[in-house]
């Protein structure tokens, strides 16, 4: 079975300061899809970014940059240069391709952030 | 706007009762999904449908029924056999069941 665990229960950090964020992930198979998403305080789930598994090219978008690591089953998420509205819960969850687990999510159980000015 | 609604944004329901969450959809996604959330929790897959006329029970799915009549429509009934209803319901849509889900608002259940 899969897993998503996210150790990071709460994070604090001061406005400016890159903060990361782990996640380490469980499956057999070979296949798969890891993503990260925000939950504002307001609830909506904000799609960040899906990255599969024959790809390991790490990737950057403006702040936010994601490291993908195969071999240590691992997808961390770096905020750099926080500010306040990064404040929100981070997801970390995994799809896998085929099967009867067609489309299902399992999330990890988040990370908070808390970007203080 | 695009997007996924979900109504009503709070609800409150006394023991014994069914109510019905709504969640429509104007993206022309296939697959649809209903999530539990809980305090300081991930989320937990309740049912999924990938079309209309078709859907499958996910990890937590007793005590709730599920339609989908309807390619934009995915309606979620908490029963009375639930038995911890009060939760944080978020319903999400996909195109095929490996891209990225796009998630609503969410619906904030309690129990009285």
């Known amino acids: 079975a899969q897993k998503v665990t996210q150790a990071q229960t709460e994070i604090s950090v001061v406005e400016k300061e890159d903060v990361t964020l782990d996640c380490v992930y469980e499956?057999?198979?070979?296949?798969?899809?890891l993503f990260w998403y925000k939950q504002p305080p307001s609830g909506e789930l904000v799609f960040l970014i899906r990255?599969?598994?024959?790809?390991?090219q790490n990737e950057i978008s403006g702040r936010y940059s994601w490291n993908f690591q195969k071999s240590t089953s691992s997808f961390n998420f770096t905020i750099t240069a926080s500010q306040v509205v990064d404040s929100a819960v981070y997801f970390c969850?995994?799809?896998?391709?085929?099967?009867?687990?067609?489309?299902?999510?399992?999330f990890g159980a988040g990370t908070q952030v808390v970007v203080t000015p | 706007d695009g997007g996924i609604t979900q109504s009503p944004k709070y609800l409150f329901r006394k023991e014994g009762q069914n109510v019905t969450l709504s969640c429509e959809q104007n993206?022309?996604?296939?697959?649809m999904y209903w999530y539990r959330q809980d305090p300081g929790q991930g989320l937990r897959l309740i049912y999924y449908?990938?079309?209309?006329?078709?859907?499958q029970k996910g990890d937590i799915a007793e005590g709730y029924s599920v339609s989908r009549e309807k390619k934009e429509s995915f309606p979620l009934t908490v029963t009375s056999a639930q038995k911890n209803p009060t939760a944080f319901y978020l319903c999400?849509?996909?195109?095929?069941?490996?891209?990225?889900?796009?998630f609503g608002q969410g619906t904030r259940l309690t129990v009285v």
């Open positions: 499956t057999r198979d070979t296949t798969y899809y």
């Open positions: 993206l022309n996604h296939d697959a």
């Open positions: 999400a849509s996909s195109i095929q069941g490996v891209t990225e889900a796009f």
């Open positions: 969850a995994l799809r896998l391709a085929g099967g009867d687990s067609w489309g299902k999510l399992q």
């Open positions: 449908s990938q079309i209309v006329n078709d859907f």
């Open positions: 990255r599969n598994s024959f790809d390991e």
